[in-house]
């Protein structure tokens, strides 16, 4: 069964600290990965996009990692701002064009 | 930049009501979809549509239905509305060219009493 799941649930960090949120699959075929960032009450927002063949990809503070082999793929944020408050959500899309999601793993920055 | 608009971002209905949720994008999308999502669960596609005229059933159609008569607008109807159809409702569009990014609306909270 395909599936996607997200560690930890939820997780609380000081302002400037680093983190790192993880992402299991189980999906196959495997087309490509996304994290998106969404804040509350917001749609969500994509962060980056990894293929099969992509190790690391980074978009200022938040860097993906993806290890295609163990079908695992890490989101790590660097300096956490209070902005950073939100659910990250990943996304895996199959080779037959199907996208599955994870539940979300909610980070709260506070000051 | 892309944008999803969403007819509302609340809404209370009683049960047994017809709702209905718009979507409108303005970027020339093919795709249009429309999700619900739910404490603890991911996203879950209820139908999607590649085409004008056309739709196709997600991962839980049941209890509703889609209408999309122009490119632009995807709407989601619920016949008659239940209080287990509570939940955020996302629209999302795509385009069909390189990796077909999704891009979602900022959600409707739908509640039904």
């Known amino acids: 069964k395909n599936q996607v799941e997200q560690s930890p649930q939820s997780l609380i960090i000081l302002e400037g600290k680093n983190c790192t949120l993880q992402c299991n699959y189980t999906v196959s075929p495997f087309s490509n990965l996304r994290w998106y960032k969404q804040d509350t009450g917001r749609g969500p927002v994509s962060l980056t996009i990894?293929?099969?063949?992509?190790n690391t990809k980074s978009n200022g503070r938040y860097t993906a990692t993806l290890d295609a082999d163990t079908k695992q793929s890490s989101l790590h944020i660097t300096a956490s701002q209070l902005s950073d408050s939100a659910s990250y959500i990943c996304?895996?899309?199959?080779?037959?064009?199907?996208?599955?999601f994870g539940a979300g793993t909610r980070l709260a920055v506070h000051p | 930049d892309v944008k999803v608009t969403q007819s509302s971002r609340y809404l209370v209905k009683r049960t047994g009501e017809k709702v209905f949720l718009e979507c409108v994008q303005d970027?020339?999308?093919?795709?249009m979809f429309w999700y619900r999502q739910d404490p603890g669960l991911g996203l879950r596609l209820i139908y999607f549509?590649?085409?004008?005229?056309?739709?196709e059933k997600g991962d839980i159609p049941e209890g509703y239905s889609v209408s999309r008569e122009k490119k632009e607008r995807f709407s989601l109807i619920l016949e008659s509305a239940s209080t287990n159809q509570t939940s955020m409702y996302l629209c999302?569009?795509?385009?069909?060219?390189?990796?077909?990014?999704?891009?979602f609306g900022p959600g409707t909270r739908l509640t039904v009493l």
């Open positions: 549509s590649y085409d004008v005229k056309m739709k």
């Open positions: 996304v895996v899309k199959s080779g037959y064009n199907k996208l599955i």
């Open positions: 990894m293929t099969f063949s992509e």
């Open positions: 999302a569009s795509s385009g069909t060219a390189g990796y077909n990014e999704q891009f």
């Open positions: 970027m020339d999308h093919e795709n």
